[in-house]
């Protein structure tokens, strides 16, 4: 039954790599359908490690390597999961996935792993990468959920710098650490840095003025 | 599909012996560069509170050459037989838990480059607890044991942005040229609340006072913690140390 489907499947016209479908994947979590503004998944990561841009670049890169692998070794392995046990297995591919990027961080980038402390190990409780898992990777061949893997943490990426780009800027008036704005920066403009942009309070506000200003021009609206 | 019981328990225990091995082979073929990480990363925090560092000076080799260093317990005697260098990474964190007076202390001399016989500078590891988790550091101390000359803090778990800033060079900047001594009392350097804007202009809002540092802004618990930590070394731990040493009628015997 099984060597059955498998001849029909390559009986069928293969889809180019970067088909029409495949590229929407890859480039409609970036805006459409992004993960943090549209879907509001997330959040409390874009909350807590966006004071500044250096530990968000990080984040990012760590959140992309796990959502991206972690898709593509559960949409591998997904007609032999067993239905009832489907969130634990997935929760231990993750943890594997979130494991190695700290193990090799500690190695490889030691001060930059010192300075995202916990947070990298909090990637294992991203509602993206479980949501992705669960809405995708189980229903969908490899390659595919291997670029919806990449969309989903570039969209989490380019939001996650954005807001970090804001805050700090408006909270400590620098850009990776180097002084932009202050009277001993190198613009020797004024400025005050705003405690509150300092606090998860400011992630927040910037965090919904960009779900607005996005929603705004896409015209999307929440269903009713 | 409805699996079986036996296929689940079987499916199960594949996946946990599969990722099991996974991690293994990472953490065994990465442990040798990551505790050379560690080991080199202490060199460099107790070499950093004296000098400045940049990527390529060799740390193993400045440090060979500039560091003279012991273990001291808490009455300010050398403890024979001891080197800093031949005990684990974790060593302060061990001794750490142990009562104050029982605690066995290393000391880092860092010597004149000209005349390897004179001291210049005395940099004291420290160990605490900050918000969430443990920080610890090096405080470098001019050869008078009394004023700062730099400090390097880490952390395993502050908030970043927040407390991890103690950290930041930013941060430590402040406490140079603090006093440890009032007078014959140890009066160690606070941390205050609030942040005066960071920068020079936090430097200069305490210029006047040598006990005191400009706060860090949404980090007064892990400022605390700071706090606490250099109090207990110097008023507990170093303090002997500090009085044999500046008396002078105490020269320690290195070796």
Partial sequence: MSSQTETLVKVEPSEPLFSKKNRKLLVDPLDGNNPVTVQVLGICSALAVTVQLVPALYMAAGLIFVSTFSNLFISLIRNSIPSRIRIIVQLAIVSLWVIVVDQVMKAYAFEASQKLSVFVGLIITNCIVMGRLEAFAMANKPWPSFLDGIGNGLGYGVILISVAFFRELLGSGSLFGIKILGSDSLTGLAYQGNGLMMLPAGACIIVGLLIWAQRARNGYAEDH | ?255
């Fill in chain 2, 1 to 255: 599909m409805q699996q079986s019981n036996g296929y689940i328990l079987r499916y199960t225990a594949g996946l946990t012996v599969g990722c099991a091995l996974v991690l293994a082979l990472v953490s065994l073929g990465l442990k040798s560069k990551q505790e050379e990480n560690v080991l080199l990363q202490i060199k460099k925090n107790i070499l950093a509170t004296v000098m400045t560092l940049d990527e390529k000076s060799n740390v193993t080799d400045i440090y060979g050459k500039r560091v003279k260093s012991y273990i001291v317990d808490a009455n300010g005697d050398v403890v024979k037989g001891m080197k800093p260098e031949g005990q684990s990474s974790s060593f302060v964190a061990d001794q750490y838990k142990k009562p104050v007076n029982e605690r066995q202390l290393p000391v880092y001399e860092i010597v004149n480059e000209a005349d390897s016989t004179k001291s210049d500078y005395f940099v004291l590891p420290v160990y605490g607890y900050g918000l969430w988790n443990n920080i610890s550091g090096y405080v470098a101390i001019e050869g008078d044991l009394n004023t700062i000359k730099g400090v390097k803090f880490s952390h395993v778990g502050e908030t970043p942005g927040l407390g991890a800033r103690i950290a930041d060079d930013e941060i430590q900047s402040r406490y140079v040229g603090k006093q440890i001594f009032d007078g014959q009392e140890v009066a160690s350097v606070v941390m205050q609340k609030g942040e005066n804007g960071g920068g020079n202009a936090s430097i200069a809002a305490y210029k006047g006072n040598a006990h005191a540092v400009d706060g860090m802004s949404g980090a007064t618990i892990t400022g605390k913690g700071v706090n606490n930590m250099l109090q207990e070394y110097f008023k507990g731990c170093y303090k002997n140390f500090f009085l044999a040493r500046r008396t002078g009628n105490k020269q320690a015997s290195i070796n």
